[in-house]
């Protein structure tokens, strides 16, 4: 099993497990060493899916205003962490093919590794709640059939993006492409590159 098929199935797994209970605050159900690559995926992952399920709690239209600021303050903080992870990843493979020398015309690609793997990482999310649409008893067939034909798409870019991910780290590992680690460099979080928070000091 190539990388992205073995990252993909550790997030379907986290998925899962995320909505044994279906609950945004319930703890994570880890099943990996915390350090290892695979810890990592799943915690990865287990940002995603919990970001997802306050994304469709915040649209409540009787939400609460105040609520809703927290809720709003809670995704922020899960964006950060969730760059910050994707960031760990990238240093995990340009640690991983450091030795490798690049061949003469070799090219950048137009994202990074991990940062594949974070749409990877949505991806499963996807799957996983339009199947939940397929098969809702109380949704019309037109509905069921609708969601169907998205739901074969999805798993057309699935196959597509596991393929694409797993030949670039191939051109890597081969010297035909190079990465680099970009930080994100987010502004609204930071107090002194948010003019809304730097402005109130």
Excluded at 60 to 66: A, H, L, M, Q, S
Excluded at 104 to 122: F, H, K
């Amino acid at each position: 099993m190539k990388f992205a098929e073995k990252s993909y199935s550790i997030f379907e797994r986290s998925v899962a497990d995320y909505h044994i209970d279906d609950d945004v605050d319930a703890a994570t159900r880890q099943p990996f060493d915390a350090a290892s690559i695979e810890g990592v995926l799943y915690a990865k992952n287990r940002i995603d899916a919990v970001q997802w399920h306050l994304e469709d709690i915040i649209r409540d239209p009787e939400i609460d205003p105040v609520e809703a600021l927290a809720l709003k303050r809670r995704i922020d903080a899960s964006n950060q962490d969730r760059t910050d992870m994707v960031e760990e990843l990238d240093t995990y493979f340009r640690n991983l093919y450091a030795d490798v020398k690049p061949l003469d015309g070799a090219t950048i690609n137009t994202e990074s590794p991990a940062w594949a793997l974070d749409r990877l990482s949505i991806l499963a999310l996807k799957i996983y709640h339009m199947a939940a649409e397929v098969n809702r008893t109380d949704a019309s067939p037109e509905h069921k059939a609708r969601c169907a034909a998205k739901l074969a798409v999805l798993e057309e870019q699935r196959a597509d993006l596991i393929a694409a991910i797993d030949t670039l780290l191939d051109d890597i590992a081969a010297g035909r492409k190079y990465m680099k680690v970009y930080r994100q460099m987010k502004m609204y979080n930071d107090a002194d590159t948010n003019p809304v928070l730097y402005g109130a000091k």
